[in-house]
């Protein structure tokens, strides 16, 4: 996020020379841009497409290109992966035959010796025996499905066509095939009221799953139709004090019900009869795949599919986000045309500004600290004075108070630099025709009506 350089340079140019010494570990991501149906919501790179449909297979044709390009390169393939995730889009929409032919270039191409997490994401109508079956013979160990509200009204808002039996029918066929099975949902909607959102909370917990991924909703990254869905049912924005009372409370149901946080917006069911762990944060699980993206320096990422992100060292890199000329490129030209930031140096502070708050601890022996500039310690001291963190020797952990701040945590930990570059992002989102939110004041409620 620093003050960057962006350049559009070739594929060939910049990974032939990407570095190896100092990288604990990578991560894979694949993109894989189709839906059956497009939630209202979302902005993620994707459009309409079906499994059997001819595109699809256009494209898986021109991913294998892409895994066996980046297989050239030594600098790429030597780290041994150690987590992979397949986002989109949907990544169901995949036949079993394209999930098997995937997996197997993956295979050949990467060292896999380390890998220990296998996440594929899934949409419940385009899931049957016959994929979770490739899925698995690939290595995937982790399914996890957009379930995001079990509430009538605000499935129809998403367009979310599937049904609650379906959503049902497909945690329990994952269970059948996968090690752990997990599902995202969304709170904070426009009038969403606490009745509405406690009945969410307890039919997630009937969902039997080990994990589950609970997000509050921000409205400067959602997208116009949801805000017509809103605005045609005379719905109102929730101010940010009312999403963070939601917060709290999600919280707390979710520990009387005997779940535990393991990150920022993930929790994990703790098995019958076991106790919290003796810190706020459980720590007998942990999301991999999100220890490369919220993550140390020396942990790096890999993005394959049209506009997948990878980060290495300091070089942030953006695959060609249009799918018709990502396709042509690797098909025709057996290359890919990238968008390349390039940071100020080793971003060491990673650890700091994005591990801690959003797991919850930071051993201290993983930070470089010769390498972190005084303001981001100072700040770390503040956050210890307010106690938000406590610190002993070895770590540290953000207490419960800081839990529930742990995004602002992030950018309080930020550099100004960076601070710089999300407020003019977010300033720009407020712009956006169409898009209504509430009012973002974070004073408590009595120093807010007093003025």
């Not at 109102?236 to 520990?255: C, E, G, H, V």
Request: charged share 25%.
């Amino acid at each position: 996020m620093k003050g960057q350089e962006l350049d559009t340079v070739s594929h060939h140019d910049f990974h032939r020379g990407v570095r190896t010494d100092g990288v604990r570990s990578r991560a894979l991501y694949f993109h894989i841009p189709f839906c059956d149906t497009v939630c209202t919501f979302c902005t993620l790179n994707r459009g309409l497409g079906s499994t059997g449909d001819e595109q699809i297979e256009t494209y898986v044709q021109a991913l294998l290109k892409e895994i066996a390009l980046k297989g050239r390169y030594a600098e790429v393939t030597s780290v041994p992966i150690r987590a992979i995730f397949f986002g989109g889009g949907t990544p169901t929409t995949l036949t079993a035959d394209q999930i098997t032919r995937i997996g197997r270039a993956i295979h050949d191409s990467f060292d896999l010796s380390a890998l220990e997490e296998f996440t594929f994401e899934a949409e419940v109508k385009s899931v049957t025996e016959e994929k979770c079956a490739a899925m698995r013979d690939i290595g995937v160990n982790k399914a996890r499905f957009g379930l995001q509200s079990f509430d009538p009204l605000y499935r129809e808002i998403f367009n979310i066509t599937a049904t609650i039996e379906q959503e049902h029918a497909a945690a329990e066929m994952f269970a059948r095939y996968f090690d752990y099975t997990s599902f995202d949902m969304i709170y904070g909607m426009h009038g969403q009221t606490f009745e509405q959102f406690s009945r969410d909370i307890e039919y997630a917990i009937g969902m039997g799953t080990a994990t589950m991924e609970l997000y509050p909703i921000s409205n400067v990254v959602t997208q116009a139709p949801l805000h017509r869905g809103y605005a045609a049912r005379g719905l109102q924005p929730l101010s940010f004090i009312d999403k963070m009372a939601m917060t709290i409370y999600l919280n707390q149901y979710l520990r009387a019900a005997g779940f535990q946080q393991h990150n920022g917006h993930g929790y994990l069911r703790l098995p019958e009869g076991v106790k919290p762990g003796p810190h706020f944060i459980s720590r007998d699980y942990v999301n991999l795949y999100n220890t490369h993206t919220w993550s140390h320096h020396d942990d790096e990422l890999i993005g394959l599919g049209n506009s997948a992100i990878s980060q290495l060292a300091n070089f942030t890199v953006m695959n060609d986000d249009n799918r018709a000329t990502y396709v042509k490129n690797l098909l025709e030209s057996d290359d890919v045309k990238i968008n390349l930031s390039v940071g100020d140096g080793i971003p060491y502070e990673r650890g700091i500004i994005l591990h801690l708050p959003y797991f919850g601890w930071l051993a201290k022996d993983r930070i470089a600290w010769e390498h972190i500039p005084a303001e981001i310690t100072d700040k770390l001291g503040v956050l210890v004075q307010e106690g938000m963190l406590e610190e002993d020797a070895a770590e540290f952990r953000v207490t419960e108070l800081g839990w529930v701040w742990y995004v602002n945590m992030m950018y309080h930990l930020s550099p100004s630099s960076d601070q710089k570059v999300l407020d003019e992002f977010t300033a720009l989102k407020r712009r956006t025709k169409g898009l209504t939110d509430g009012d973002d004041r974070m004073l408590p409620l009595l120093q807010v009506a007093a003025r």
